[in-house]
């Protein structure tokens, strides 16, 4: 975790005097061990350090190639960096240093836009380019690390966070009524865009070249839908998946400090930390030590864990700190929101920001997650259209009796019929009766988004008809919510605000689920091997026999935190359903919200109304003139 800005004029005329200083005062959070600078004319750099491998000690930003041709800021690290240097060097790169910001400068040096082909890890990353007068952006396969940019013509501001490039003076703050319309919906469609007209996100797994002319965007890695596995038995997969996820664990190790883990109890940060910890042990891990942290939620609530995380830490012999949740006031989000510009997030995510504090406070700069767990590991009923379209009648069969003995005959034949042949239906055919069943459910459902104003009705329907994302032809079937669930615009606002947190924090988040090689080996294996009658996630239990305590591979069930948001919704109801309406009949409509609020007090449990009264609320903080 680092942060980046910069400014580039390309109508020639010199960068302000302190305005980049005042971009990256605004991200010092960010840069514990030091804040550089770069300016040269109409283009300024700015570099906030956090040191977080052996490496970084010997890393230097801004970072200039010898002639100064080349200027480099990253927010990153390289997790290839023994094959990159190897490359690098075969290719005839004189590398200065051991500092992953030198290899992909040098690898900008030899594969230019290319580069980030031959780069894995995690990283935001801009470089200017004196020789053609352009600068060239990128972030991650996985959108790990932030990048935010406004282009007004002439002049391409970029950050870590938002409000360094509001506050610039050429920059206006207009709200963004259709990314508006989409939090208060809790309907997610954009990837690029944020609260505020012109301000972007560039999207994960894109590079972006800056000119005179503008920005030129385009993907550069996306998975393999054709790449297949030699493999016929389950025993094959599960080997090859235990290998790359050891690896992940190990190349996102690499610290000079103490590595911290989250052990929420579950089977994804469970795993995570007892691979490390199995690493250590046989002195393959890629810091000085590991330590697992868990959430003490100490009351009856289905949010305590701490049965399943202790048994974590008894498994493997050490101990596992538990760190009480936190939960601050409401006003402390409303300040939040106001500071950063930005959605503040939700109780849920800033629960474990003293969990963070403590790690951090204990000495780490990295916290691994089990993040993505959900996306590649859980699988989904689709297995039966795979089965069906390959005419794999064997396999086919299993699943139908591994469903029934689960579930009775009955339920295994309607998810036969649901997931197996209403896909291989016409897409017209679906269609039709996919709106048929629309209108049967949408009243009174979240679909008919009734606390909406007219207005805001219409701006979300406008968007859904220009942004929602069509399926890829060359998808199969499972692979269609692989692909969903890799492009969700909520996954993109996740990731962003958990990165957000843990840098506040002083940690750089790491999520090893999240490596592209097991996003590549997901899009490559049957649906099957990831659920199977009543287990999901079953090629991962399968593939942690022995790492881990059988009572957490048994586990079916997971952690609910409806009660860290109860707590502050049940105080809110005259705020909620009579105040925000009042302030914002723009946007809100207020019968529509007094409706939603009764829905959410018939089932306060972790549905849907909860998350979007709380999105109303810390949406109005960011637009909100006064606190």
Not at 68 to 86: P, Q, T
Not at 416 to 423: A, D, I, T
Request: proline share 6%.
């Amino acid at each position: 975790m680092s942060g980046i800005a910069g400014i580039v004029r390309f109508d020639g005329a010199p960068v302000e005097p302190g305005l980049i200083e005042s971009m990256t005062t605004a991200l010092a959070h960010r840069g514990p061990d030091g804040i550089a600078h770069w300016s040269k004319g109409n283009v300024a750099l700015g570099h906030c350090m956090l040191r977080t491998t052996p490496e970084s000690l010997e890393e230097a930003q801004p970072l200039a190639n010898e002639d100064a041709s080349l200027v480099l800021v990253m927010d990153g690290r390289v997790d290839n960096w023994e094959e990159l240097r190897a490359e690098l060097r075969k290719r005839g790169a004189v590398l200065r240093t051991r500092a992953d910001a030198e290899l992909v400068l040098r690898a900008f040096e030899t594969w230019g836009r290319d580069c980030v082909a031959h780069i894995d890890g995690d990283f935001a990353l801009a470089i200017w380019d004196s020789r053609t007068r352009s600068l060239f952006c990128a972030r991650d396969r996985m959108g790990h690390k932030p990048f935010h940019y406004h282009w007004d013509g002439t002049t391409l501001a970029f950050a870590s966070e938002l409000h360094p490039i509001l506050a610039l003076p050429w920059v206006d703050e207009v709200p963004n009524e259709g990314m508006i319309a989409e939090f208060l919906a809790g309907d997610w469609l954009s990837r690029d865009e944020t609260l505020w007209q012109g301000v972007m996100r560039l999207v994960a797994a894109h590079r972006m070249t800056v000119g005179a002319k503008g920005p030129r965007i385009d993907e550069y890695w996306a998975p393999d839908l054709w790449a297949t596995l030699p493999y016929t038995r389950d025993e094959e997969y599960i080997e090859h998946y235990r290998e790359l996820f050891t690896d992940a664990v190990r190349r996102m190790s690499r610290s000079h400090r103490p590595l911290a883990c989250e052990v929420s109890g579950g089977l994804d940060s469970s795993a995570v930390f007892c691979v490390g910890e199995h690493l250590r042990r046989k002195d393959r891990l890629l810091a000085p030590g590991i330590d697992g942290y868990t959430l003490a939620f100490t009351d009856n609530s289905e949010a305590n864990e701490l049965a399943y995380a202790r048994a974590v830490g008894e498994f493997l012999g050490v101990p596992v700190h538990e760190i009480p949740p936190s939960i601050p006031p409401p006003s402390s989000y409303m300040q939040s929101a106001r500071r950063l510009r930005d959605f503040p997030g939700f109780p849920n995510g800033s629960m474990a920001f003293g969990l963070r504090q403590e790690a951090a406070a204990s000495g780490s700069r990295v916290i691994h997650t089990g993040e993505w767990g959900d996306a590649w590991l859980a699988g989904s009923r689709a297995y039966y259209a795979e089965e069906l379209a390959s005419g794999k009648w064997r396999t086919l069969r299993a699943c139908l009796k591994a469903d029934a003995s689960c579930y009775g005959a009955g339920q295994a034949a309607k998810w036969l019929l649901r997931n197996g042949v209403f896909p291989m239906l016409p897409q017209g055919v679906q269609h039709g009766l996919r709106g048929v069943v629309r209108g049967l459910h949408n009243k009174g459902t979240a679909a008919a988004r009734y606390w909406l104003s007219p207005a805001m009705r219409r701006q979300l329907e406008a968007r859904r008809e220009r942004l929602q994302p069509l399926a890829d032809p060359g998808c199969n079937f499972g692979q269609r919510g692989l692909l969903a669930l890799l492009r969700s615009p909520l996954n993109t606002q996740i990731l962003e605000r958990l990165e957000r947190e843990a840098a506040h924090a002083g940690l750089e988040v790491r999520h090893p689920l999240g490596d592209a090689r097991i996003v590549q080996f997901a899009f490559s294996t049957p649906e099957r091997l990831r659920l199977r009658g009543n287990r999901s996630k079953y090629l991962h239990v399968h593939a942690m026999q022995g790492l881990m305590p059988e009572s957490i591979l048994r586990r079916r069930t997971k952690a609910e935190f409806s009660v860290v948001f109860r707590g502050h919704l049940d105080a809110m109801r005259n705020h909620l359903t009579d105040t925000l309406p009042r302030s914002h009949p723009e946007w809100l409509a207020q019968n529509g919200m007094r409706r939603l609020f009764d829905v959410y007090r018939e089932n306060p449990t972790f549905g849907w109304p909860l998350w979007i009264l709380w999105g109303i609320y810390a949406c109005d903080g960011v637009f909100a003139q006064e606190l």
